[in-house]
């Protein structure tokens, strides 16, 4: 929403103290992000579904800033799939009886879209159903009924590092490296799982095949980009681990992104790594909103070009640097979790916080992470696609060199400020008498044997605590000197100190006795939708905190 990584906009996590919407208001990071961008540049500007945690039935009122419409799903309902729960433009919230979650969303959605191509104005239009997250914490997401019988054989992949061996495991660092063996439970709850969550993508199949419909139905289709992506990417029983999203492995931070639109090529697979901060940049591109007149604070770039010529290797190159940073606990979406901290639910890990640079290349790909228990990972992604072979302590002159390189790099985009993230290698650059004029830009050129000893010398990057926020000191040293002092503060206020209690509803509304979504609401009316729903009684949105 603010094209930011998250240690400039200090919403660092999903709850308070380290995020949320009360916080991203707190900042006032509300008067400068996406919408208000939109509508400058002549967009409708509209949201349906999911825009935060933390938005709730304790502030849904007044409406977030900018959007020029927004149906928002409310805390504490946001994930549950059969009390649904939202706020049209901050009204009092409504309760949607009998229906699931996705397809109130899908309804709503193309009522929108239907509004929207009958005015002049272009328009972006965000829709965001909580499908497949668990519902509420730890049970399986509870999809469509209509969709129920299917995938009912279908078993999760079975890849090298699925509840791997002792020698693997091992090597892994904080709470993952001991986590026992996935007992035979635990990996049927992990197939259960998989299983509620492909039919629960069936809701959001439904979506993307009514929306594309609609578009091509109006003449639209062509002149319209279509975006289908995620907030994360989750694991099943890799590493040890039942299922979740905390990691910083292939599985959690690789996301899906497909794009339809003028310009880009069917079929065609882009090379070029990006991030969620690449959008916003890339929207206001698309919206015509010149370079110069954009935020000044985005850390991401346009990924226009790249989606137009997929296979530009220079493109791809020029974005090899992934950073990769979080702060909070690990949890275990399942019932039946290993281990944890005493006096909080089982799976829970308070040792999760974690910098993590991710080199993304045809030719060279790493993972190094520097965690808060002092623990070190480095992974030769080619070689090793399933991260199992943890090389920080290797004495081999080759990996060392490496390590060195992505240290530094790490230690500049852990608190990169804009050009410094697009370009981190700018600010690393060897001494003259090394370079002969040469200039670094990619990890390749760095690892020049004359730069051995420049990048050797950098600190190593480092967490003195588990705090599971962002606090400058506990994050020392920083590269370049300084670097502590932005971290996007001159954009946003001060939150030091900020926490809210999560609310709880002093009559909280119950689940359905029978599964909602069946056939009879696969094509329901909007009118339908709206006969069904009624608005909170004031002990449902009155909490008792």
Same mark, same amino acid.
């Given at each position: 929403?603010?094209?930011?990584?998250?240690?400039?906009?200090?919403?660092?996590?999903?709850?308070?103290?380290?995020?949320?919407?009360?916080?991203?208001?707190?900042?006032?990071?509300?008067?400068?992000?996406?919408?208000?961008?939109?509508?400058?540049?002549?967009?409708?500007?509209?949201?349906?579904?999911?825009?935060?945690?933390?938005?709730?039935?304790?502030?849904?009122?007044?409406?977030?800033?900018?959007?020029?419409?927004?149906?928002?799903?409310?805390?504490?309902?946001?994930?549950?799939?059969?009390?649904?729960?939202?706020?049209?433009?901050?009204?009092?919230?409504?309760?949607?009886?009998?229906?699931?979650?996705?397809?109130?969303?899908?309804?709503?959605?193309?009522?929108?879209?239907?509004?929207?191509?009958?005015?002049?104005?272009?328009?972006?239009?965000?829709?965001?159903?909580?499908?497949?997250?668990?519902?509420?914490?730890?049970?399986?997401?509870?999809?469509?009924?209509?969709?129920?019988?299917?995938?009912?054989?279908?078993?999760?992949?079975?890849?090298?590092?699925?509840?791997?061996?002792?020698?693997?495991?091992?090597?892994?660092?904080?709470?993952?490296?001991?986590?026992?063996?996935?007992?035979?439970?635990?990996?049927?709850?992990?197939?259960?799982?998989?299983?509620?969550?492909?039919?629960?993508?069936?809701?959001?199949?439904?979506?993307?095949?009514?929306?594309?419909?609609?578009?091509?139905?109006?003449?639209?289709?062509?002149?319209?980009?279509?975006?289908?992506?995620?907030?994360?990417?989750?694991?099943?029983?890799?590493?040890?681990?039942?299922?979740?999203?905390?990691?910083?492995?292939?599985?959690?931070?690789?996301?899906?992104?497909?794009?339809?639109?003028?310009?880009?090529?069917?079929?065609?697979?882009?090379?070029?790594?990006?991030?969620?901060?690449?959008?916003?940049?890339?929207?206001? *591109?698309?919206?015509? &909103? /010149?370079?110069? #007149?954009? $935020?000044?604070?985005?850390?991401?770039?346009?990924? +226009?070009? %790249?989606?137009?010529?997929?296979?530009?290797?220079?493109?791809?190159?020029?974005?090899?640097?992934?950073?990769?940073?979080?702060?909070?606990?690990?949890?275990?979406?399942?019932?039946?979790?290993?281990?944890?901290?005493?006096?909080?639910?089982?799976?829970?890990?308070?040792?999760?916080?974690?910098?993590?640079?991710?080199?993304?290349?045809?030719?060279?790909?790493?993972?190094?992470?520097?965690?808060?228990?002092?623990?070190?990972?480095?992974?030769?992604?080619?070689?090793?696609?399933? *991260?199992?072979?943890? &090389? /920080?302590?290797? #004495?081999? $002159?080759?990996?060392?060199?490496?390590?060195?390189? +992505?240290? %530094?790099?790490?230690?500049?985009?852990?608190?990169?400020?804009?050009?410094?993230?697009?370009?981190?290698?700018?600010?690393?650059?060897?001494?003259?008498?090394?370079?002969?004029?040469?200039?670094?830009?990619?990890?390749?050129?760095?690892?020049?044997?004359?730069?051995?000893?420049?990048?050797?010398?950098?600190?190593?990057?480092?967490?003195?605590?588990?705090?599971?926020?962002?606090?400058?000191?506990?994050?020392?040293?920083?590269?370049?000197?300084?670097?502590?002092?932005?971290?996007?503060?001159?954009?946003?206020?001060?939150?030091?100190?900020?926490?809210?209690?999560?609310?709880?509803?002093?009559?909280?509304?119950?689940?359905?006795?029978?599964?909602?979504?069946?056939?009879?609401?696969?094509?329901?009316?909007?009118?339908?939708?709206?006969?069904?729903?009624?608005?909170?009684?004031?002990?449902?949105?009155?909490?008792?905190?």
């Amino acid at each position: 929403m603010r094209g930011q990584l998250a240690h400039n906009t200090n919403n660092t996590h999903v709850r308070a103290p380290g995020g949320g919407y009360p916080k991203f208001l707190a900042a006032a990071e509300d008067d400068d992000y996406l919408p208000h961008w939109l509508t400058k540049a002549g967009y409708k500007a509209e949201y349906i579904g999911k825009l935060f945690n933390g938005n709730a039935i304790t502030n849904y009122s007044p409406a977030p800033k900018g959007w020029t419409h927004s149906d928002l799903l409310l805390d504490p309902y946001i994930n549950r799939h059969d009390a649904v729960v939202m706020s049209e433009d901050g009204q009092r919230p409504k309760l949607y009886q009998g229906f699931q979650q996705t397809d109130v969303v899908r309804i709503k959605a193309l009522s929108r879209l239907d509004a929207l191509l009958q005015q002049e104005d272009p328009f972006f239009l965000m829709i965001a159903p909580t499908a497949p997250h668990v519902h509420n914490i730890t049970d399986p997401p509870i999809p469509p009924a209509r969709y129920l019988d299917r995938f009912t054989n279908k078993t999760v992949p079975r890849t090298p590092n699925f509840n791997p061996p002792d020698r693997f495991q091992q090597g892994k660092p904080a709470w993952v490296g001991k986590l026992p063996l996935l007992n035979q439970s635990q990996i049927d709850e992990t197939e259960h799982l998989y299983r509620r969550r492909l039919q629960s993508l069936q809701g959001v199949d439904d979506i993307v095949r009514d929306v594309v419909a609609k578009l091509e139905e109006e003449g639209a289709l062509e002149n319209t980009y279509i975006i289908y992506s995620t907030d994360q990417g989750y694991h099943l029983g890799t590493h040890r681990h039942a299922a979740g999203k905390s990691t910083p492995y292939l599985e959690d931070t690789n996301i899906p992104l497909v794009v339809r639109g003028p310009g880009v090529q069917s079929g065609a697979i882009s090379t070029t790594p990006s991030t969620v901060t690449d959008f916003a940049p890339t929207f206001l *591109e698309i919206a015509g &909103l /010149a370079e110069g #007149t954009q $935020p000044q604070f985005l850390d991401g770039a346009s990924l +226009l070009e %790249a989606w137009k010529t997929p296979n530009s290797s220079a493109i791809a190159l020029k974005k090899e640097a992934i950073n990769v940073e979080f702060w909070g606990y690990g949890f275990t979406e399942i019932p039946l979790a290993s281990g944890g901290v005493p006096g909080y639910l089982p799976g829970y890990f308070l040792d999760n916080d974690y910098k993590t640079m991710r080199i993304v290349g045809e030719k060279s790909a790493w993972l190094y992470s520097r965690w808060c228990t002092n623990d070190t990972e480095l992974y030769n992604t080619l070689d090793d696609p399933y *991260e199992l072979n943890n &090389l /920080a302590n290797s #004495t081999n $002159p080759e990996v060392t060199r490496v390590h060195a390189r +992505l240290n %530094a790099l790490l230690l500049v985009t852990k608190s990169c400020a804009e050009d410094t993230c697009r370009e981190p290698w700018t600010v690393l650059q060897p001494p003259a008498n090394l370079t002969n004029g040469k200039v670094v830009t990619t990890l390749e050129e760095a690892l020049d044997p004359a730069y051995d000893d420049f990048y050797a010398a950098f600190p190593t990057v480092t967490i003195d605590e588990c705090l599971n926020l962002q606090i400058p000191s506990n994050e020392a040293p920083f590269y370049p000197p300084g670097a502590e002092a932005g971290l996007g503060m001159a954009y946003r206020e001060n939150t030091d100190g900020f926490n809210v209690p999560d609310p709880v509803p002093v009559k909280p509304i119950p689940g359905q006795e029978v599964t909602p979504g069946g056939w009879e609401h696969r094509h329901a009316s909007f009118e339908t939708l709206m006969a069904s729903a009624r608005e909170l009684e004031d002990d449902e949105i009155e909490t008792t905190s």
